[in-house]
């Protein structure tokens, strides 16, 4: 079964500055995608990155960057010039190419400080 | 247009109680999921709708839970003979076709407290 593991329950990090989340995943298969969503206080989950494993580049999306590293299954977001606007709980998620499932990690709570 | 909706935004109930939560996806969404949120971990996938039918369902931890989603459009979530355990948020999320290449629009989610 594949599995998402975020080992940071929480980070902060100044205005401005730049904050790297962690997430690693477990899977026997070589074709899925894998993703970040962001969930503010007001809980409305919103997709912030898209990764596709066959593809080498990293996906970048204006502030938000991520390091895809296949064979270590490794899929860090890094968050650059933070924002208030950006404190939320970050979540890594995974789906494989054959199902509709989403596999969603524990979370991370990021604090961005003034 | 309007994003997903879900109401109630809270639900308290009593054990043993029965009770339906509603989401209305974004208009033309074929595919629609639900998932449930405990506190402090990450939604949980419930059930997988394509359409009218229940492509996946394989989420749902028991019989007690069921969902329809009759006209391909608004579905509900039922469960029965309610928990504690049950306590959560329920969030529902809608896509274009269900693609993996679709965004998924999630919606508020509905607070469910058994008490």
């Known amino acids: 079964a594949q599995t998402v593991t975020q080992s940071q329950p929480e980070m902060s990090v100044q205005e401005a500055e730049t904050v790297t989340l962690s997430c690693t995943y477990d899977?026997?298969?070589?074709?899925?995608?894998l993703f970040w969503y962001k969930q503010p206080p007001s809980r409305q989950m919103i997709l912030v990155i898209r990764q596709e494993a066959y593809k080498q580049q990293n996906a970048t999306e204006n502030r938000f960057s991520v390091n895809f590293q296949k064979a270590a299954k490794s899929f860090s977001l890094k968050i650059s010039d933070s924002q208030l606007g950006d404190a939320a709980m970050y979540f890594c998620a995974y789906r494989s190419k054959r199902t509709y499932k989403y596999i969603f990690g524990t979370g991370t709570r990021l604090k961005v400080l003034a | 247009g309007a994003g997903v909706s879900q109401t109630p935004s809270n639900k308290v109930t009593e054990k043993g109680k029965y009770v339906e939560l509603r989401c209305d996806p974004i208009s033309g969404h074929t595919a629609l999921y639900w998932y449930r949120q405990s506190l402090g971990q990450g939604p949980e996938f419930l059930i997988y709708f394509q359409g009218t039918g229940a492509a996946d369902d394989s989420g749902l931890p028991n019989d007690r839970f069921f969902a329809v989603r009759p006209e391909g459009s608004v579905s509900t979530l039922k469960i029965q003979r309610t928990e504690r355990g049950d306590s959560a948020v329920y969030l529902c999320?809608?896509?274009?076709?269900?693609?993996?290449?679709?965004?998924?629009?999630f919606g508020p989610g509905t607070r469910l407290t058994v008490l």
């Open positions: 899977t026997s298969e070589s074709d899925y995608y």
């Open positions: 999320a809608s896509s274009l076709s269900g693609g993996v290449t679709d965004t998924q629009y």
